[in-house]
């Protein structure tokens, strides 16, 4: 059935230093892609996203690339602050259902 | 903050029960998403309500169940709870079925 993967489920970085998490989806006809950071207690947040026509977007310290051929997707953030420590969540969504696939989280921990 | 709003925070419940949680959506919004995020997890897609009618469907049993009102506000309806049904419960609102989708804080479910 359909799927994502992701990695890694923990991630710890120095403050400054960039942080990558990657996603592998399973569904050929999922053509739209959003990322989320959800704080602790807090609801899902969409950070940044990429539409299937697209290969890379960039929004000041974050950006996320696509590569449909191999399924994959990554979220790359760089200057990483103290309140980038969340959890990062990626998503696909199939087109003609629009149903959104949640991948299992990365916990992103930036030490100061 | 997104306008999406969701009732009531929090809720205890008895195995075997029946709940509604409800969820408003964001102004000019049409198309709403239910999701369960257990603790640690992604959130999983329920179902998802487009214009008042049920718009797909994810691998939850029928006693999850929802509506659409058309101010396009929504409803999900538990019965017969059960004790893995505890989580929190998320709704997510779109402009549309192509746009992106916006959370709401969510209900925290506990069922005893």
């Known amino acids: 059935g359909e799927n994502v993967e992701q990695h890694p489920s923990t991630l710890s970085v120095q403050e400054g230093d960039s942080a990558v998490i990657k996603c592998t989806y399973s569904d050929s006809a999922s053509n739209y892609f959003p990322w989320y950071k959800q704080e602790l207690g807090k609801r899902p947040q969409l950070i940044i996203d990429?539409?299937?026509?697209?290969g890379e977007k960039k929004d000041q310290r974050i950006a996320v690339t696509l590569n449909k051929t191999a399924k994959h997707f990554s979220l790359h953030i760089t200057e990483t602050q103290p309140e980038d420590s969340a959890v990062y969540f990626c998503a696909a969504r199939t087109s003609g259902t629009y149903k959104y696939i949640f991948g299992t989280g990365t916990r992103l921990k930036v030490l100061a | 903050e997104t306008g999406v709003t969701q009732s009531p925070t929090h809720l205890i419940k008895t195995r075997g029960q029946q709940v509604t949680l409800r969820c408003s959506s964001q102004s000019g919004h049409n198309t709403v998403s239910w999701y369960q995020q257990a603790l640690g997890q992604g959130p999983q897609f329920i179902f998802q309500?487009?214009?008042?009618?049920?718009?797909g469907r994810g691998n939850f049993p029928p006693r999850f169940s929802g509506l659409q009102f058309p101010n396009y506000s929504s409803e999900l309806n538990v019965n017969a709870l059960e004790l893995d049904d505890s989580a929190l419960y998320l709704c997510?609102?779109?402009?549309?079925?192509?746009?992106?989708?916006?959370f709401g804080p969510g209900t925290r479910l506990t069922v005893t």
């Open positions: 990429i539409r299937s026509n697209v």
């Open positions: 997510a609102s779109s402009l549309d079925l192509h746009y992106e989708q916006y």
């Open positions: 309500y487009y214009r008042e009618e049920e718009n």
